[in-house]
T-cell receptor
Framework: GQNIDQPTEMTATEGAIVQINCTYQ??????LFWYQQHAGEAPTFLSY????GLEEKGRFSSFLSRSKGYSYLLLKELQMKDSASYLC???????????FGPGTRLSVLP | DAGITQSPRHKVTETGTPVTLRCHQT?????MYWYRQDPGHGLRLIHY???????DKGEVSDGYSVSRSKTEDFLLTLESATSSQTSVYFC????????????FGNGTRLTVT
């Protein structure tokens, strides 16, 4: 199988930094996507990593290590509106192409 | 926002009845997908399409069929709905296969009683 693992739930405080980890199987791996999904809404695209290293986009950054099968999403200066589920998805070069993790539900507390 | 419209947004149906969900896009993207989302499982691929009349099965295709007669429309049919198909269904599109992000429709909440 192509299991994607990420923590189920995380809690952080407004203004803090939080890191959401994701591990995936490396065979046939093409790239790693992060999506944000607010309750009752559709997932929206946050970031894409295909090469090793850090991609920064405002308050959000995403890191990839292809050799370790590991990625993380870093959220800085947390705001209440960041309370959402964060989905890690790996793209593969065969089969069903995108495999989603179960999502990490982040709660930002005042 | 990517132009993706799903219909209906909500549906309640009885076990054994046929149901068709529609996805319409205005982006002219080649790739279209149907996912279901259930608590504890994340998004799971049902079927996808890589062109008009070109479709393939995903991870959880049993009990579902699809059709794509036009670039802009991708239909998902439950031939005989079962309670296990109660879920939220998302349609998604992408420009290329695997290297570009998915853009999702707003979802259809289906309840099978």
């Amino acid at each position: 199988g192509q299991n994607i693992d990420q923590p189920t739930e995380m809690t952080a405080t407004e203004g803090a930094i939080v890191q959401i980890n994701c591990t995936y199987q490396t065979s046939g791996f093409n790239g790693l996507f992060w999506y944000q999904q607010h309750a009752g809404e559709a997932p929206t695209f946050l970031s894409y990593n295909v090469l090793d290293g850090l991609e920064e986009k405002g308050r959000f950054s995403s890191f990839l290590s292809r050799s370790k099968g590991y990625s993380y999403l870093l959220l800085k200066e947390l705001q209440m509106k960041d309370s959402a589920s964060y989905l890690c998805a790996a793209a593969y070069n065969y089969g069903q192409n995108f495999v989603f993790g179960p999502g990490t539900r982040l709660s930002v507390l005042p | 926002d990517a132009g993706i419209t799903q219909s209906p947004r909500h549906k309640v149906t009885e076990t054994g009845t046929p149901v068709t969900l529609r996805c319409h896009q205005t982006e002219n993207h080649r790739y279209m997908y149907w996912y279901r989302q259930d608590p504890g499982h994340g998004l799971r691929l049902i079927h996808y399409s890589y062109g008009v009349k070109d479709t393939d099965k995903g991870e959880v295709s049993d009990g579902y069929s699809v059709s794509r007669s036009k670039t802009e429309d991708f239909l998902l049919t439950l031939e005989s709905a079962t309670s296990s198909q109660t879920s939220v269904y998302f349609c998604a599109i992408s420009e290329t296969e695997g290297a570009s992000p998915l853009h999702f429709g707003n979802g259809t909440r289906l309840t099978v009683t």
